[in-house]
């Protein structure tokens, strides 16, 4: 069974840092690139940031330089580092594995002003 659990989101002031995890089983981690989404309300789930199997990392415009994208294929898990996060930044967090249709349960991200 492919499972996908992010944790880390929370309440957290403008400027505050939260870092998310995604732990993944049942697919071949290493081997995939990884990705984080989120989706605010009344808004299509969005592309944050994708990691490739060798490492190679990719942002969406709004959280160059503030979202850092990171994994441990040892833990089988994926990382969002996020700084100097604004209100703007409050969704659900999602991870995926690109090219599988399977996503996790999501993480609650809210940003106070």
């Known amino acids: 069974q492919v499972q996908l659990v992010e944790s880390g989101g929370g309440l957290v002031q403008a400027g505050g840092s939260l870092r998310l995890s995604c732990a993944a089983s049942?697919?071949?981690?290493?081997?995939?690139?990884m990705a984080w989404y989120r989706q605010a309300p009344g808004k299509q789930r969005e592309l944050v940031a994708t990691?490739?199997?060798?490492?190679?990392?990719h942002y969406e415009e709004s959280v160059k330089g503030r979202f850092t994208i990171s994994r441990d294929n040892a833990k089988n898990t994926v990382y969002l580092q996020m700084n100097s996060l604004k209100p703007e930044d409050t969704a659900v967090y999602y991870c995926a594995a690109l090219g599988l249709p399977y996503w996790g349960q999501g993480t609650q991200v809210t940003v106070s002003s």
């Open positions: 049942g697919i071949s981690f290493s081997r995939y690139a």
């Open positions: 990691i490739s199997a060798g490492g190679s990392t």
